[in-house]
C-alpha cells in the first residue's frame, strides 16, 4: 500500500498499540491510499489508528478487512462489477445454497464462495450473474445445465424460478394497469376543463334584445 494525504477524524479509542506494547489512547485517521488489485492501482480512503504517545500508524485486524473490502469495492465499481452483497442477493432469490447455485451456473462447486466472500469475478462470469436478475434467463440456463442438478433439485428450482416470472409479469401488469388508469384520468380531466371552459364562453355571451 503506499498513501498519501492525511486528516483527522475526532475518535478517540482505547486499543493495543503494537509499537508502544501497551494499550494507548489512539484516534482514528482517514487517509488516501493505493493498492495494487488485480495488477490495478487503486486509489481509495482508508482508516488506521495513531497512537496518541509515539505517533505511529497502525491497522488492526478489523481495520484491515475493511481497508481491503473498500479498496476491491473501488475496483469493483470502476469496472461495473457485481459486489459480493449483490450477488448473494441473486443466489437468495432463486433459494440456493452457494454449491447448488454454481452448479446450477456450471461452475466450479467453490466459485460461488470464492465471490460472496471478497475475490473478484472475471467479467464472463459477471455477465452472466447480472443476466440472472432476469428469471427469464434464469430459466435458460436451468435448461443449459439441467444435467449439474438432481432431478428434485432441477424440479425445485424451475418452480421457484417459474413463480418469479409470474410475480414479474403481474408486477408489470399491474404497472400497465395504473398507466392506463392515470392516462383515462388525463383524458377525463381534460374533457371536464373543455366543457368547463365552453360553459364559462356561453354564459359570456351577451343575450339578444
Given at each position: 500500500?503506499?498513501?498519501a494525504?492525511?486528516?483527522?477524524?475526532?475518535?478517540?479509542?482505547?486499543?493495543?498499540?503494537?509499537y508502544?506494547?501497551?494499550?494507548t489512547?489512539v484516534?482514528?485517521?482517514?487517509?488516501?491510499e493505493?493498492?495494487?488489485?488485480l495488477?490495478?492501482?487503486?486509489?481509495?480512503?482508508?482508516?488506521?489508528?495513531?497512537c496518541?504517545?509515539?505517533?505511529?500508524?497502525?491497522?488492526?485486524?478489523?481495520?484491515?478487512k475493511?481497508?481491503?473490502?473498500?479498496?476491491?469495492?473501488?475496483?469493483?465499481?470502476?469496472?461495473?462489477?457485481l459486489?459480493?452483497?449483490?450477488?448473494r442477493?441473486?443466489?437468495?432469490?432463486?433459494?440456493?445454497?452457494?454449491r447448488?447455485?454454481?452448479?446450477?451456473?456450471?461452475?466450479?462447486?467453490?466459485?460461488?464462495?470464492?465471490?460472496?466472500s471478497?475475490?473478484?469475478?472475471?467479467?464472463?462470469?459477471?455477465?452472466?450473474?447480472?443476466?440472472?436478475?432476469?428469471?427469464?434467463?434464469?430459466?435458460?440456463?436451468?435448461?443449459?445445465?439441467?444435467?449439474?442438478?438432481?432431478?428434485e433439485?432441477?424440479?425445485?428450482?424451475?418452480?421457484?424460478?417459474?413463480?418469479?416470472?409470474?410475480?414479474?409479469?403481474s408486477?408489470e401488469?399491474?404497472?400497465?394497469?395504473?398507466?392506463?388508469?392515470?392516462?383515462?384520468?388525463e383524458?377525463?380531466?381534460?374533457?371536464?376543463?373543455?366543457?368547463?371552459?365552453s360553459?364559462?364562453?356561453?354564459?359570456?355571451?351577451?343575450?339578444?334584445?
Amino acid at each position: 500500500m503506499q498513501n498519501a494525504c492525511h486528516s483527522m477524524k475526532q475518535i478517540f479509542k482505547k486499543d493495543f498499540c503494537p509499537y508502544c506494547e501497551k494499550v494507548t489512547e489512539v484516534s482514528l485517521v482517514s487517509k488516501t491510499e493505493t493498492l495494487s488489485v488485480l495488477g490495478e492501482p487503486v486509489e481509495y480512503e482508508a482508516q488506521v489508528y495513531k497512537c496518541s504517545i509515539c505517533n505511529n500508524e497502525f491497522a488492526p485486524s478489523e481495520l484491515e478487512k475493511r481497508n481491503f473490502k473498500v479498496a476491491y469495492d473501488t475496483y469493483r465499481k470502476r469496472h461495473k462489477l457485481l459486489t459480493p452483497e449483490e450477488i448473494r442477493k441473486t443466489r437468495k432469490k432463486y433459494g440456493l445454497g452457494q454449491r447448488l447455485f454454481s452448479r446450477f451456473l456450471g461452475w466450479g462447486e467453490i466459485t460461488i464462495h470464492r465471490y460472496e466472500s471478497g475475490a473478484i469475478q472475471d467479467a464472463a462470469h459477471n455477465e452472466v450473474l447480472s443476466l440472472l436478475e432476469e428469471p427469464r434467463n434464469a430459466l435458460k440456463v436451468l435448461e443449459l445445465n439441467r444435467a449439474n442438478l438432481s432431478i428434485e433439485e432441477a424440479e425445485k428450482l424451475e418452480k421457484r424460478i417459474k413463480e418469479l416470472i409470474e410475480q414479474e409479469e403481474s408486477g408489470e401488469n399491474r404497472a400497465l394497469l395504473r398507466v392506463l388508469w392515470l392516462t383515462d384520468e388525463e383524458s377525463r380531466d381534460r374533457k371536464s376543463t373543455r366543457l368547463n371552459s365552453s360553459h364559462t364562453d356561453i354564459s359570456r355571451m351577451p343575450s339578444s334584445a
